[in-house]
């Protein structure tokens, strides 16, 4: 070992004053270069003999340091691309065999107990040369395993995009495919390296810069389209997923993970259901992932069902939904996931007897499933079995104490079951809880010390987009593109019309989800007639959306409750521009309306509520009262008939706030 590591340092020495020498004789107009010099076979070896021996050996600490070494050395043009595998090399080393609490930095002395286990080195005893490192001050030293792989792993994919060979000629294509290799090395570790401290978006990027060699290579675009998909890019992930379906039109994954975005954060339901089609069409092919081409298809069905406004289409489209939805259960009859939303599409269509029915089925596959706790409670609510209904959401609670889903969903049940004084104090844990989220959302962004620290956030981040599937529409929890659009644009509006917007930090749907505890909180104080407590909690939702529907909204409820027809039928208004498909929104405004003497216009605005949203008994109910004051008595009492039917199968909260995806 010892001549091992004599030979490296010998090598670095040669090949420095070779470089020199070199340098020296081209200024005096030689025409021989060091840049024509490539590193021989004798001494690569003897570059990595020694830390390639420590290595096997599992001897970390003298690998390390000869690989620290050998880094630190000032370069020349013949180990460029050598060092180039050293960076790679210890960024292995760094990742699979060093553990964060063992870590020793570049500029100190590794652990007493690794000293002990290993014998000191003699070769700055025995040898007068050392080769020149880099030196300097202010330098930059990693403080963890996870830094010092990402900042080696950097620099390697640098020099992999300088040295990468982009020419189609055949006679290149050989060096093309050792290019290839060797950055593809450098990427897979890098996703790696920084998918543990969340960085999905630096991740994203460093791969885009890899796609001007990497035509006809699906694994690079395949790892794009993943970081894309990770740090919220779903709109170009669906793009590269399309062009990784061209290079590998018999993978059913590819179109299934794309068809998962269309129907999840975009909501491009035509696109979802073209990509669902796709899996379906290999048939067998597709293997155990046939079912779940159903099941994408069946999902992209219902949440169109959802967002038709004609009665006829919806009844089409929830039909081919439950159809497509079994026909997956009989490719996968163990898929608890199929099951749940079998039982779902049943409940939307108010069959809660079969749906409870199924939802059983799917609880003994998985008993701790949080949406189907939540649906099973729902159902009981829907058969008015309030106290049953509370008993699951308590002990779905216990599993999930921080789903704000579930704790919505308690807050309503308690309203109807116990009273709005029950409701205030669930209200009230629901605001320390966000507390400790976003304090932790805080803590885990701004902590370096550790990548461990980025893995509960994510968990985090994914429970609240799981808790509060559609914050901004209260009347109906899917996610209508109606809805979402009015979102964006209220978001939008709302960042330009808050000067404090910098100091607001953390996920969006961590501040809607506030947003709509406090209006919550409104809502049952204005149950109570405390309207001055109501206004307050309305005023602090309105400090973080102003321009929000639900925020205009509430503030109509509260002018109404005031005896402020006008203001309250502007503030609906307004609410209805922002949001022109809120069914709560015009539930409200069409008894205003009636109350002003524009019974016309509200009768147009109640039948505009039940077209879009058919199973609402309470607009309903409204058409039936203004029908009924135009005298108009046997369509009001057809109305009232409808409302009760409807009534009678109504969840405290739409079945629609239970996520429909992949």
Not at 336 to 361: G, K, M, N, T, W
Not at 371 to 390: D, E, G, I
Not at 589 to 599: A, E, F, K, V, Y
Request: a negative charge; glycine letters at 4%.
């Amino acid at each position: 070992m010892a001549c091992f590591e004599k030979a490296c340092v010998i090598a670095q020495v040669y090949l420095q004053e070779l470089e020199k020498t070199s340098h020296s004789r081209s200024i005096k107009g030689s025409n021989v270069t060091f840049s024509d010099f490539e590193l021989p076979y004798f001494l690569e070896a003897a570059l990595q003999s020694a830390y390639v021996s420590h290595l096997k050996k599992g001897n970390i600490v003298k690998g390390m340091r000869d690989l620290r070494e050998v880094l630190r050395t000032v370069e020349t043009k013949a180990t460029q691309s050598f060092k180039m595998t050293a960076a790679k090399q210890l960024a292995e080393v760094l990742l699979h065999s060093l553990s964060e609490d063992c870590y020793w930095s570049p500029l100190s002395d590794p652990l007493p107990e690794f000293m002990n286990k290993e014998d000191n080195s003699y070769v700055s005893t025995l040898l007068r040369r050392r080769p020149q490192l880099y030196t300097g001050d202010n330098l930059y030293c990693p403080q963890d395993n996870i830094e010092e792989a990402l900042l080696l792993l950097l620099i390697s994919e640098s020099m992999a995009n300088r040295d990468a060979v982009i020419s189609r000629a055949p006679d290149q294509k050989d060096d093309r495919a050792v290019s290839l290799q060797d950055a593809s090395a450098v990427y897979d570790l890098l996703s790696i390296t920084l998918g543990r401290r969340g960085q999905y978006v630096m991740l994203s990027e460093c791969l885009e810069r890899a796609m001007k060699f990497a035509f006809g290579e699906f694994h690079l675009w395949y790892q794009l389209a993943l970081s894309m998909v990770a740090c919220g890019k779903s709109a170009y992930a669906v793009s590269v997923l399309r062009e990784c379906a061209k290079l590998r039109p018999a993978d059913p994954m590819v179109p299934l993970l794309a068809a998962k975005v269309c129907i999840g954060p975009l909501h491009w339901l035509e696109e979802g259901e073209r990509f669902a089609k796709m899996v379906i069409d290999l048939g067998e092919d597709a293997g155990e992932f046939l079912a779940k081409g159903y099941l994408a298809l069946g999902l992209t069905y219902s949440l169109q069902a959802t967002d038709a406004t004609l009665k006829c289409s919806q009844d089409k489209l929830h039909k081919k939904a439950l159809q497509t939805l079994e026909r997956a259960h009989q490719l996968a009859p163990e898929d608890h996931q199929i099951i749940l939303y079998i039982s779902l599409q049943l409940a939307l269509v108010r069959q809660i007897s079969d749906a409870i029915e199924h939802l059983q089925e799917a609880l003994k596959l998985c008993k701790d499933d949080m949406n189907s706790l939540h649906l099973l409670a729902l159902l009981f609510s829907a058969q008015k079995h309030y106290q049953h209904a509370l008993d699951v959401i308590n002990m779905a609670l216990a599993e999930y104490p921080e789903s704000f889903s579930l704790l919505f969903t308690k807050v309503k049940l308690e309203r109807v079951h116990k009273g709005p004084e029950e409701a205030l104090v669930t209200c009230r844990h629901m605001l320390h809880m966000w507390q400790m989220v976003y304090n932790f959302s805080q803590h885990s962004g701004s902590e370096k010390e550790s990548s461990v620290t980025e893995v509960p956030m994510i968990k985090k981040h994914n429970g609240m987009h799981l808790s509060l599937p559609d914050a901004h529409d209260t009347d109906s929890g899917s996610q209508r593109a109606s809805s979402i659009a009015a979102s964006r644009l209220e978001q939008a509006m709302s960042e330009v019309t808050m000067q404090n917007t910098a100091l607001r930090q953390g996920p969006m749907q961590l501040w809607t989800t506030l947003e709509q505890i406090w209006l919550q909180a409104a809502e049952l104080f204005m149950e109570q007639r405390h309207l001055k407590e109501a206004g307050f909690c309305i005023q602090e939702a309105a400090s973080l959306f102003p321009t929000s529907h639900t925020v205009l909204y509430m503030r109509g409820r509260l002018a109404e409750m005031k005896g402020s027809l006008e203001e309250a039928k502007q503030l609906y208004d307004e609410a209805l521009t922002v949001n022109p498909a809120g069914v709560e929104i015009m539930h409200s405004l069409g008894p205003i309306l009636s109350r002003l003497g524009r019974r016309s216009l509200a009768q147009k605005v109640l039948r505009d509520a039940v077209q879009i949203q058919n199973t609402n008994h309470q607009a309903w109910n409204s058409l039936g009262e203004v029908l009924q004051a135009q005298g108009k008595n046997e369509a009001a009492v057809e109305c009232f008939l409808t409302a009760l039917d409807l009534e009678s199968s109504s969840p405290v909260v739409p079945f629609t706030v239970i996520p429909r995806e992949l």
